[in-house]
């Protein structure tokens, strides 16, 4: 009788732990979700990361400069205290497609770094692109100077 509890009871545990498993997995997706919809919904040059503005630069003292030959992005305030500068090996295009970049920016004490990550291009209007990675949570709204 004592085999039988201690079966019914291993496959309660091993349930529990399903539901576990199966519950972080859910929200893990569900906080990516919203990560994206947050990304696509913005409108403003931003870097945001694991969900929260990386850099916060207002629109008034935002500068932004575009090497063509380097195909680097540089997004900063006036007096380049927070930016962000974004190196890609390819030129942005079509929604759907990738490109592979480093990425720099600026936090409240130093520089942070992030090399050669794959950015999907999630949307595009006009020189305006909506860049996601996945694995590192990273969101970039960013805008080519014409």
Known sequence: MSNKRT????????????????AVIFTSCVKYELEMENLLSEDEISL?????????????????????????????????????????DSDLSEQGDFVTA?????????IRNLKGIKLEIKKTEGNKYWLWNKSHRVAIVIEKPV
């Open 48 to 88: 945001c990361i694991k969900g929260s503005a990386a850099v916060e630069i207002t629109k008034e003292r935002m500068q932004i400069g575009y090497n063509d030959m380097k195909r680097q992005l540089r997004v900063h305030d006036d007096t380049f205290s927070n930016f962000f500068i974004l190196t890609c």
């Open 102 to 110: 480093d990425l720099q920016w600026t936090t409240s004490n130093n």
């Open 7 to 22: 079966y019914c009871r291993m496959g309660f545990e091993i349930r529990v732990i399903m539901a576990i498993v199966s």
